[in-house]
């Protein structure tokens, strides 16, 4: 991989920082999540003028044509001091629900706390920066108070893919999987996409739960409101166990079920999700409430009883602290965080510049390697 960093410095654990500073939005009447706070707004004002500026650079025709952002290399105002490998955590947030998924004995309740785990995770996702791609080669550790270790590792360039392993100690479950970021600018929005599976593996029976990740769409990129919100069905599949569940986020039909998840007012929220959970094609259970707030489970659909696994307002939020002797390619070792963190753009820049030279002159060499073998 390239070189990260000449010094064995490791970046100020930020994670915790910038997760415990979200504020829950508690009314999800609004279309998506809205980016209104004092720090949003100055985030925002200082990046819109550095996508000013590379829209001089690259063209306006792009404003019309729209741009693969995976593709282009970014100023450092737009980004956090954190690779995507560690921004990677920010949806195993509510791990806890994870946690009470591996010790449930029953295969509909362990169903319940995933989706829960999952749906939380998405609300952790609202953050105005962007993490630094990660390098060819480049890997992340991270130890949970609970023992669970995180292991990732960006396995591709392009397409950028990253992967990942959340193990535990004991040997009760194993999460892992990888995602595929595609990202597109066009006019005053981003349209993107984590997609790639996810797979949590229990020994208690040896089944296991997959998924994929919906779309999300950032607006008001140039101007106006920002706002991000996530629409399409998450599919859940546990085919040991005969149990599937599609869960919609922000459809544009309402079904029956979605229709009685309404607010004290009476008046329908928005970024509203619904599903249901069946098993060998029977409904046993539905769930709805809010990717920005709540979910419920209805046991046999309308009219059972209620089961409330999450709620942003209460639930604890989980960081993993990095391993104190990482890997010489963890990403914490990259210079140009750490100039970023320490405040100087200009070096954090520079350092930006040189380490992508770097890769695109690793991946040339490859692909000539690769057409002198005649593969």
């Given at each position: 991989m390239a070189t990260l960093s000449g010094e064995a410095r490791i970046t100020p654990d930020i994670d915790a920082q910038r997760l415990g500073s979200l504020a829950v939005l508690e009314d999800s009447s609004t279309d998506g999540y809205i980016f209104n706070s004092q720090a949003d707004l100055e985030e925002i004002k200082m990046q819109r003028q550095a996508i000013w500026d590379l829209l001089k650079y690259l063209g306006t025709h792009v404003l019309r044509e729209g741009i693969n952002l995976t593709k282009i290399s970014l100023p450092v105002k737009v980004f956090e001091p954190r690779s995507f490998l560690q921004?990677?955590?920010?949806?195993?947030?509510y791990i806890d629900l994870l946690e009470k998924a591996v010790n449930a004995a029953d295969p509909v309740v362990r169903m319940q706390y995933v989706v829960a785990f999952v749906i939380g995770g998405l609300r952790r996702q609202t953050s105005t920066l962007k993490p630094f791609n990660p390098i060819l080669g480049e890997t992340y550790q991270g130890v949970y108070s609970s023992g669970w270790r995180v292991f990732a590792e960006q396995i591709s360039h392009h397409p950028p893919i990253s992967s990942w392993q959340l193990l535990d100690p004991q040997g009760k479950f194993q999460f892992s999987g990888y995602g595929n970021w595609k990202a597109s600018a066009r006019g005053n929005s981003i349209k993107g996409q984590q997609s790639g599976l996810n797979r949590v593996s229990f020994c208690q029976d040896g089944a296991s739960i997959e998924?994929?990740?919906?779309?999300l769409l950032l607006r008001g990129i140039l101007w106006g409101e920002r706002s991000l919100k996530y629409s399409g069905t998450i599919m859940f599949r546990d085919e040991m166990n005969a149990l599937q569940c599609d869960v919609t986020i922000d459809g544009s039909k309402q079904s029956f079920v979605s229709s009685l998840w309404r607010g004290k007012s009476g008046a329908k929220k928005l970024?509203?999700?619904?599903?249901?959970?069946?098993?060998?094609?029977?409904?046993?259970?539905?769930?709805?409430?809010?990717?920005?707030?709540?979910?419920e489970w209805e046991k046999g659909g309308p009219g059972g009883s209620s089961l409330r696994v999450w709620d942003a307002a209460e639930a604890p939020v989980h960081v993993p602290k990095p391993v104190v002797d990482p890997l010489p390619s963890d990403s914490r070792f990259r210079q140009d965080l750490h100039a970023l963190q320490e405040g100087d753009q200009d070096n954090a820049q520079e350092w930006k510049s040189r380490l992508e030279h770097v890769q695109r002159t690793d991946a040339a060499l490859r692909a000539a390697g690769l057409q002198a073998a005649g593969l």
């Open positions: 921004r990677l955590t920010d949806n195993w947030a998924w994929e990740l919906p779309c970024d509203q999700l619904h599903g249901t959970l069946r098993k060998g094609g029977e409904v046993v259970s539905t769930v709805h409430g809010s990717w920005l707030t709540a979910v």
